[in-house]
Structure formats: C-alpha cells, structure tokens
C-alpha cells in the first residue's frame, strides 16, 4: 500500500507542477555570455541553422542601445537595450536585459525574409558584456511567433 502512495504521490506532483510546451530557448545567463568572433560580426541559431552576420553595429538609441546587422541570406536582426546606455558608458559589464512582451527592457527582432518575428511574442533576454573602445559585445537568446533565436553573439561596432 505504501509504494501505491508514494507512485499517486508523484503522479499528482506532476499534474499539479504540470508541462510546458514553452520552447524556453529564449534565456541567457551573464556567466555563460563569453562573446566569440570578429569585430562587427555576429552569430547565431535560428531555428538550429547558423546564422552569420559579417556587418553587426550598434547605435545609440535614446537612452538605450540599438544593435543592428545586415542581411544574411534571408535573416537581418535588431536587438534594443532601454536603458543601456548610461551603464555601458559608465563601464558596467554583463548587463542583462529582458527581451518580452512588456517592452520595457528591450526586444529584439528577427527579419526572416519579408516576414518579423519579435521577441515581444515569445521572450527571451539580452546581455551585453561590456562597451571596449566603440565596440560593444554581448549574447542574445529569444523566442517569437515562429522561428527560435538561441545562442546568439556578437562584437557590434559604432555606427
């Protein structure tokens, strides 16, 4: 009778806890962010396809931090930190940033041909591990309505 308890007892634990069929691709840790590449370039997976961008920038974007790169067949990528700015410039380093549906941190955006998918749909975040002379280098991780971004770096230059 005890192993029936203990077998009810976890069957219900899992009801109660239940699953998620969040894809849940969309976080990245400041520790695990260690920006690979050359300057002006970025990577990343999107839907398990590498992604290379070979002309990533960053821009000042209000008080917050633009990053943008050109077209790589057909996925272009921007990326906005609110808020960045003052504590890129001040030296801070492994700034996290959320990229979700409130908006208020950041978000991202990916251009997969003539359709965008935004972070805004589906979450994700942001970490941007320094500001070294014009460059600013950082990872990135979200999901959208349709295609996962996950493991994403990048060592973006000035505009």
């Known amino acids: 009778m005890c192993a029936r308890s203990v077998v009810t007892f976890a069957l219900l634990l899992l009801a109660v806890s239940g699953c998620s069929d969040d894809k849940d691709s969309g976080s990245v840790a400041a520790a695990s962010c260690t920006p690979t590449g050359a300057t002006g370039a970025g990577q990343a ?94 990872c990135f991780s979200f999901d959208t309505d349709g295609p996962a971004v996950v493991d994403g770096t990048f060592q973006a230059r000035a505009l």
């Open 45 to 138: 997976q999107v839907d398990g396809v590498t992604v290379q961008w070979a002309d990533v920038v960053w821009s000042e974007a209000g008080d917050g931090v633009q990053v943008t790169t050109e077209a790589s067949g057909e996925h272009r990528l921007t990326l906005v930190a609110s808020g960045a700015l003052a504590a890129l410039r001040a030296g801070d380093a492994d700034i996290e940033v959320a990229l979700d549906s409130g908006g208020l941190e950041g978000f991202a955006l990916l251009y997969a041909g003539s359709d965008s998918h935004s972070s805004k749909d589906g979450g994700g975040s942001l970490v941007l591990s320094g500001l070294d002379g014009d460059v600013v280098s950082g």
